[in-house]
């Protein structure tokens, strides 16, 4: 079976598993503590590897959720 989540249900469903795939892939670095672009490409590179659950078409919006969630943690993992 088949199914989508908006991109909310798609951060909450993996929100400790991104946290740490971005501070892995940033050498060590939370991710409120990098630029846009550095989230941003991580992110991507996440979300094209866990993509299940993911409306392909709407990729975008999955990676501007998550980088905006992200970017607002400030420190609160």
């Known amino acids: 079976m088949y199914f989508?989540?908006?991109p909310f249900f798609?951060?909450?469903a993996n929100q400790a598993a991104i946290e740490d795939y971005v501070v892995m892939e940033s050498n060590g670095k939370p991710p409120y503590l990098l630029n846009y672009c550095e989230l941003r490409s991580i992110v991507e590179q996440f979300i094209d590897l866990n993509s299940h659950g993911v409306d392909e078409?709407?990729?975008e919006k999955y990676i501007l959720y998550v980088c905006d969630q992200l970017s607002q943690c400030n420190g609160s993992m």
């Open 10 to 12: 798609y951060y909450v």
């Open 4 to 6: 989508v989540l908006n």
């Open 57 to 59: 078409s709407k990729k």
